[in-house]
């Protein structure tokens, strides 16, 4: 299994290795050069009606870019593309989508479509080949290493289908490191670490190890982990590919619950039940990203 990213609680992620290498040759296809003009933002239509971010969104951060802008992403002709020896995987060959703040968005397409890649641009933990990649107003693309960085730790919580929970420490404590690049004081750190548990039905887990929790009762605590920071957007790699069914609506009501609460949401599935519960649910077909239907 590829794990490339395991650094779920936002400290020190993994491999924003600057490929910016815009404007390489392309090996294997040329790609015709048409950026697909025919494919603009899809489903304007599909706004979810929750009230903005004003409880999730965290008060502006560092930098220009946490300026209040009225999307959370806008991508436009991205395209990522990986070289190995012989060849060139490019998964993401023209993806152009805007999220607004309070957007609950499902992104589904085959296995080996691309759905990872395009979560980890989102998440700031890749860079595009080429295209733009606005994140809050800040180009993901070209911001310095270090302002991905900042972002990754305050603004963007990560959940994984595996969800990458520490086994030696407690729920309490693996929220806890969710937190840790924030340098808040203990008080308000346990305050906070406490809060998230209870509203996410976990209370009484607090001090259980992961392997005293039940396959959703660890992917809640992954959650809170991922929203206790009080990130601007919520990202989700397969949140419910390793639940059954029962505790697969237990997550997605807790992702139901999360988005009306405000906090914008892009969650990857191949489960179509996930998707019909979403806002607006996308799909990633050839390299691109088009409405469901
Ligand atoms: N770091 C990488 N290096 C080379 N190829 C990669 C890398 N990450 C993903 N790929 C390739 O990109 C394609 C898309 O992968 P991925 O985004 O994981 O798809 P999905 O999540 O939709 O199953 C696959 O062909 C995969 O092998
Ligand atoms: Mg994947």
Redesign the pocket.
């Known amino acids: 299994m590829k794990n490339t990213t395991n650094t779920a609680a936002g400290t020190q992620a993994a491999g924003a290795t600057g490929a910016q290498t815009a404007g390489a040759p392309n090996e294997t296809q040329p790609a015709t050069g048409v950026p697909a003009a025919g494919n603009p933002t899809p489903g304007s239509q599909n706004q979810v009606g929750a009230t903005a971010s004003s409880q999730n969104g965290v008060a502006p951060q560092n930098g220009p870019g946490a300026t209040a802008s009225p999307v959370t992403y806008r991508l436009e002709h991205v395209v990522k593309e990986f070289r190995l020896k012989r060849r060139v995987v490019r998964p993401l060959r023209d993806v152009n989508v805007t999220v607004r703040p309070g957007e609950f968005v499902t992104i589904q397409g085959v ?1 080996g479509g691309g ?2 890649t395009l979560l980890q641009l989102l998440g700031a933990l890749e860079r595009p080949t080429s295209g733009v990649l606005e994140f809050g107003g800040v180009n993901l693309a070209s911001a310095p290493d270090s302002q991905l960085q900042a972002i990754r730790a305050r603004e963007i919580g990560f959940v994984f289908q595996n969800f990458n929970l520490i086994p030696t420490l407690t729920a309490a404590e693996n929220v806890d490191m969710g937190l840790e690049p924030l340098g808040l004081p203990a008080e308000e750190r346990r305050a906070r670490v406490s809060q998230v548990l209870a509203e996410l039905g976990l209370g009484d887990r607090a001090d259980h190890r992961p392997n005293e929790l039940s396959g959703g009762q660890q992917q809640r605590v992954a959650i809170a982990r991922a929203i206790v920071k009080h990130p601007r957007v919520l990202l989700a ?2 949140p419910t590919g390793n639940l059954d069914e029962r505790m697969r609506d237990d997550i997605l009501a807790i992702l139901q619950h999360l988005n009306a609460a405000g906090l914008t949401l892009v969650v ?1 599935t191949h489960d179509s039940a996930v998707a019909h519960r979403a806002g607006r649910p996308l799909m990633l077909v050839n390299g691109m990203l088009h409405s469901r239907e």
């Open positions: 296995t759905k990872s790699d397969e990857v």
